[in-house]
């Protein structure tokens, strides 16, 4: 009750606060009516302070037993050494002495300012080698208990039952052998199969706030990951979607899976408190299955980037690169003229120590070898020159390298079965005031791993896109400087040439400025995104043909599914209206569209590889008329039963909506009179028959010439 | 057809009325002076000089005589179609949003928008035979629970007995226009979720249909207030309309004309879609507007309509024959 609410009351009961005796009041027992008594704010403020407790005390064990002479010394060492992971509250050491002998016990207490100072120092010097003879063992004083009650003799564990597991790839065997995707649209997250039968999608889960920022399919397929204050945690099973594990991780930002999803990687940064300083980075590495943090990596942005902008508040994501291939082996990081490269085994550097390369700023691992592709500018004003590296990861040998001259910048681009690798070379003209793009191309499956020069037809066009082909040997380029860029397909290897690269084709003034190929190869979408407002070809690279263009405005996103059979474009919620995805085939023809305000993301479901050996894909593309007859049955009898559906459905809304027009026209009809009146008694309704419709004869003389014919017999 | 291109306002279009025969088009625009054109060829025929602010609606008598029109200037005005002469003014001390007349044209319904210290609400006056004996006395105010959300349309129920209002409130409302009683509204789930910003009643009073800022347009039972068909479309909608001959409605709208100028102008999708009434499916679109289409209205013998764009264009479009055969 406020103050003038009571004074309200009290004028209305009449009531003189001056008259009142406050201490004569009596409230019965055990009852305060809600009024929250002053002395017990007190009292809450006094338990607080309790709370703090010993949380940030530390036992250290296995100190040296000295005697009164060099306790000081002893102290000063312990000091020294703890000074280092956090502050000692003052007069926060104490170590106690034997009355009789004053010798130390070997043991002491030191108190920390906070608890986590305590928690950093009990873990750091765990076990620190003071000597030979002296170990540290370090508790948290509140542990004692815990530590007392252990048992004297030792009791095997009992074995917990087995609980067998969901099958986590149930999904894989869906006997339409659809795929799935996960979208976000406002609060929902929802995964549906994508039914191109029956030409919408089928719900599988729908979750409102499943996620606090985005969701992410792990590289096989197996979990789909969500974003939350605590942590991050991956879901999965058989037939819904259950949540399989935790990882604690708070404020996390960004995660990255190991390609065989072994491991997973959480990020977070900080932002300083002080614009000056760089922001505090916290990276952790989890083993997916058990849940367990395999190692934590701490700091400030400038020792998980090489400077400069790029990605998310200075670290460029994925600040780990995961080596190819399935193992989840070795992970790289790239840092201020170093490259720390990790193995799984024991979570710490290859050799125990991080390689040094002056001024790298790019790395790049091959999607299927330990191979390392590095990349190191032009350095002293163009004395040195610049270096693309190949290095085989652990033995640090540096495969094949090449020195390049007056570059400004390079990418590189692996090809997916870790074959070729493209360099794209910016290099400066003679006058250093623009640049001109060339490719390097190392064919790395090939003895001594030959690299090949190409450059464009027109030297001078820029190169807009590049993009190889998925398992394939061949690549787009989209180049050009006109509004309207050319697109060109290039070969490693054709019939007449195997080991030269050739050029295919190249497509006059496309609207593209995006390249996405089918991941199975031969197809490609050449996408305008952007500023061409989500035009899109669809292009079949092995016959050199457009099947099909298309458009779908404004769209912002476009993903193949795994499987190359269709494609999702999107607009995403960068634009206000039309929102939504569209699923297309293949080859070009829409499938059906979705349309969801705010919408946020799309995914497909990734698959893991194919078992099948490649001789047993060939004979299945051989054969496939054999194969695909039952499919082309199944297909014609869900069209036909879909053209039913579509008919009965059509015809009960048609049904209701006469059985509504009925009720509507008897009421009008009732009414009539009412509306007769309402307008003065004038007749006519709309329905009426207001428009006679009578058939005039009018005849109009025209004109009257009088012709002589002439009989000519 | 090719659509005739009716270029008489300087500022965007806000409204279009037929009159009962269908051959006359009453237009409304931002600038001051309501517009008539002949519905046929688009000929424009005379202009109703008077208003001092944007003209917001108008409807017209049955008999085609008078015009009532509502105005940002604060007042409602009374005219003789024929001569264009002003017969009376309604002030209000508040901006009119719609005007609608009552079966038999003894009553028209006025909204007047939140203004200051007065509320949004909905005026009843008596239209008098003889516009010597007019008076400026309403027989009836309503006011939503909201005064400060604007109605943006009012209009008569079946045999004069209810008033239907919607606005940026979301809700519709039927009050009986007996008692002032608030009869029915709708609630969360099936109404609107955002500011309602047109209404269109069917030819007979038993259905009408509802456009939203929300992208969609509802069709709703008149008497009982049953949602019967949603249509959803990309745009928020501005304009709804339906044919009295077939069983089609269009929609008009298209982004925000503040974010117009940022994009291509094929981004702010300012089409007139139809679609089937009953299947609730897209037929087709008509396009043409330079901006987004703030006012559709059928002829009432459904062989053209009518749509008016934030561009200042009104479009006039007669129906091919191919139109009357669409089967989907």
Known sequence: MEVVDIDARAAKLGINWSQVNFDSIQLPPGEDFGIESDDEAVYHDDQSEFDTGFGNIIVVDHLPVVPKEKFEKLEGVVKKIYNQLGVIKENGLWMPVDPDTKMTLGYCFIEFNTPQEAQNAKEKSHGYKLDKSHIFAVNMFDD???????????????ARPYVPGENLQKWLTDDKARDQLVIRSGPDTEVYWNDARQKKPEPVHKRPYWTESYVQWSPLGTYLVTLHKQGAAVWGGADTFTRLMRYQHSMVKLVDFSPGEKYLVTYHSQEPSNPRDASKVEIKVFDVRTGRMMRDFKGSADEFSIGGPGGVAGASWPVFRWAGGKDDKYFAKLSKNTISVYETETFSLIDKKSMKVDNVVDICWSPTDSILSLFVPEQGGGNQPAKVALVQIPSKVELRQKNLFSVSDCKMYWQSSGEYLAVKVDRYTKTKKSTYSGFELFRIKERDIPIEVLELDNKNDKIIAFAWEPKGHRFAVIHGDQPRPDVSFYSMKTTQNTGRVSKLATLKAKQANALFWSPTGKYIILAGLKGFNGQLEFFNVDELETMATAEHFMATDIEWDPTGRYVATAVTSVHEMENGFTIWSFNGIVIYRILKDHFFQLAWRPRPPSFLTAEKEEEIAKNLKKYSKKYEAEDQDVSLLLSEQDREKRKALKDEWEKWVMQWKALHEEEKLARQNLRDGEVSDVEEDEYEAKEVEFEDLIDVTEEIVQESM | MRPILMKGHERPLTFLRYNKDGDLLFSCAKDHTPTLWFADNGERLGTYRGHNGAVWCCDVSRDSSRLITGSADQTAKLWDVKSGKELFTFKFGSPTRSVDFALGDHLAVITTDHFVDRMAAIHVKRIAEDPEDQVSDSVLVLQCPD??????????????????????????????????????????????????????????????LTGSHDKTAKLWDMRTLTLIKTYTTGVPVNAVAMSPLLN???????????????????????????????????????????????????????KSFSSGGEDGYVRLHHFDSDYFNIKI
């Open chain 2, 147 to 208: 005064g400060k959300k604007r109605i943006n349309r009012a209009v008569w129920g079946p045999l004069n007995q209810t008033i239907v209002s919607a606005g940026e409130d979301t809700v519709i409302r039927i009050w009986d226009t007996e008692t002032g009683k608030l009869l029915n509204e709708t609630n969360e789930e099936v109404g609107h979720k955002k500011a309602i910003t047109s209404l269109c009643k069917a030819a007979d009073d038993s259905h009408f």
């Open chain 1, 144 to 158: 004692f208990d815990r530590l007392m009650n252990v048992r004297e003799e030792w009791e095997p564990p009992q």
């Open chain 2, 248 to 302: 089609h409605v269009v929609l008009g709208g298209g982004q925000d004309a503040s974010a117009v100028t940022t994009t291509d102008h094929r981004a702010g999708k300012f089409e007139a879609k139809f679609y089937d009434k009953i299947l609730q499916e897209e037929i087709g679109g008509v396009k043409g507007h330079f901006g987004p289409i703030n006012a559709l209205a059928f002829n009432p013998d459904g």
